[in-house]
């Protein structure tokens, strides 16, 4: 049954050696940083909260959160998911059995019908 859900779905056991997919996922920790401090000078804005050192103290702490954030991002890759690109190797063996179990399937079956002729 796993062998099944290796081979049909996709996930960090069917990743390729260079995490590419996974890897596009460091772009949007960026994205969301950007959003987060575009909501927090709005948040100062309409609390009339102009001064610089304020307004960079408050950014700060979002830059300083989202470091702790993709450094935690890339741990998970490291130590989770590239070390499960295994499964990769399982999945082709079990296409392969697959694809063997079906030719072996076919031949019996045509083995079958002509010693009925």
Known sequence: ????LLVKYESEWYADEALSKWNEI???FEEEKQ?????I???LDELGITEPYLR????DVVDEAHKHV???WQLEKAQRIKPSLWWKQ???VQAQNQTT???QSDANANCSSSNLI
């Open 1 to 4: 049954m796993i062998g099944h």
């Open 26 to 28: 460091d772009d949007l």
């Open 35 to 39: 959003q987060q401090k575009a909501l």
């Open 41 to 43: 000078e709005a948040g």
């Open 56 to 59: 960079d103290f408050a950014l």
């Open 70 to 72: 993709k450094s935690n």
């Open 90 to 92: 399982v999945a082709q």
């Open 101 to 103: 179990s079906t030719e």
